[in-house]
C-alpha cells in the first residue's frame, strides 16, 4: 500500500510542476495566442505562424527543425529522452474570410503550454516530450501529408486540446472527403448569341438541385455541402468556367466509399444536361474518423475536472464534437484524444465571425491554460502508467 501510495504522490509533485511550468509562462502563451489570432494565414501559408509557434520551445531548450519532413510551413520540437513519447499537435491554421473563427490560435497555444509543462518534469516521468507543428487542418490534410512522410512513428500518445463553445470530452468526427469541382463550358453574349454558348454555372445549378434531392436518400449521419468559388466574371457573357469546393461528410471511411460516387454522380449529371467538361480534383486524401484512447480520454477527463471545467451534457451545446478532422488520421495510427475546450461563446459557434471575436479575451485565456495543463497531466499520467 505505501509503495502505491508513494507512486500517486510523485504523480501528484509531477503535475503540480508541469503546472508552475504553464504559469510561469502565461504571459508568453497568451501573447502567441494573440499574435495569431491577429495575422490569420490559411492552409499551406502559415509561414509566421510556423516561425512563431515554436519560439517559446526553442528558448526552453526544445530541438526544433523547421520546413519538417520537407513541408514549408510544419515544425517538430523535441524535448528528453525518455521512454514515453508524448506528442502535441499545434495546428494554426485560419479559415479563408473568417480568420481564426475555428480557434486553432488558441490551439497551438495550448499545445506549447502543454509542452512547457511537460518538459518540467520530462526526466521524473520518463518522457519524451514532442510538438508537431501541424499545418493546412482546414481542408488541406496537412497531418496526412506528414503521416505519410514518417511523422507520428512510435508515439505513446497524441494529444491536442480544440476551442468550442462548450467542453466536450470525447472527440467523434465524421470521415470527409475534401473535392475542387470544375466545370468548363463556351463563352458567349449572353444577349445576342445565347446558343453558341456553353453555361458552366448552369452546371453547378443542376449539380446541386441533383444533391438536394439525394438526401432524402441518404444516411441521417451524411453531410454533403459546398460553395461556388466562381461562376462567371460578367452578366452579360455566358460563363465559361465555373469552380466550387465540396465537402462529403459519412460516419467512417468505409461508409464514405460508399456514398461519395452517389455524390460525384450529381456533378455528373451538371456536366451532361449542360455540354460541359467535368473535372473533380481531390483536395488532400480523405479524413478519418476518431479512434479515442479511452485510457488517456478517461485521465483528460479526471484532470479537466480537477482543474474545475465542467463537461456539456449531451445534445445540441455539445455538437461541435462532430466536426471533421485530420487528427482522425492520426488517431487510427497512434492512440490519440482530441478534446474540446469550452471558451462560453454561445449563442456564437464554430466558424462564426462572432467565435473567432471569442477566441481572445479572459475566457479564451482561461480554456488557453486549462487546456495546456488538462493535457500536461495527462502526458504525466500516461508516462507513470508507463
Known sequence: MGA????????????????EAVERQADRLVALSERLHADPETAWEEH?????????????????????????????????????RI????????????????????IAASSVG???????????????????????????????EMLDRGAFAGVDLAMMVHPAPVDVAEARPFAVSHSKVSYTGKSAHAAAYPE????????????????????QQLPASARVHGVVTHAGDAPNAIPERADGRWYVRAETLAELAELEPRVMRAFE?????????????????????????????????????????????????????????????VSQVVPAIHPYIGIGSLPATNH????????????????????AMALAWTGVDRGAAS
Do not use: W
Open 4 to 19: 502505491v501510495t508513494g507512486a500517486v504522490t510523485g504523480a501528484e509533485q509531477m503535475k503540480q510542476g508541469a503546472r
Open 48 to 84: 509566421r505562424a510556423a516561425a512563431a509557434v515554436p519560439e517559446l520551445l526553442d528558448r526552453a531548450g526544445f530541438d526544433v527543425t523547421s520546413a519538417y519532413l520537407g513541408l514549408d510551413t510544419a515544425f517538430h520540437a523535441r524535448f528528453g529522452s525518455g521512454p514515453v
Open 87 to 106: 506528442a502535441l499537435c499545434a495546428e494554426y491554421d485560419a479559415l479563408p474570410g473568417l480568420g481564426h473563427a475555428c480557434g486553432h490560435n488558441l
Open 114 to 144: 502543454a509542452a512547457l509543462g511537460l518538459a518540467a518534469v520530462a526526466d521524473q516521468a520518463g518522457l519524451t516530450v514532442e510538438v508537431y507543428g501541424t499545418p493546412a487542418e482546414e481542408g488541406g490534410g496537412g497531418k496526412i
Open 196 to 215: 453558341a454558348g456553353i453555361n458552366a454555372a448552369d452546371a453547378f445549378t443542376v449539380a446541386q438541385v441533383a444533391i438536394g434531392l439525394l438526401r
Open 269 to 329: 449529371a451538371g456536366a451532361l444536361a449542360t455540354g460541359c467538361d467535368l473535372e473533380i480534383e481531390p483536395e488532400s486524401k480523405p479524413y478519418a474518423e476518431f479512434r479515442a484512447d479511452q485510457s488517456a480520454l478517461a485521465h483528460y477527463r479526471a484532470n479537466a475536472l480537477a482543474l474545475g471545467r465542467e463537461f456539456a451534457p449531451p445534445g445540441q451545446a455539445a455538437r461541435m464534437n462532430r466536426a471533421s478532422t485530420d487528427m482522425g488520421n
Open 352 to 371: 462564426q465571425r462572432e467565435f473567432a471575436a471569442h477566441c481572445v479575451g479572459p475566457a479564451a485565456e482561461r480554456a488557453l491554460l486549462d487546456g
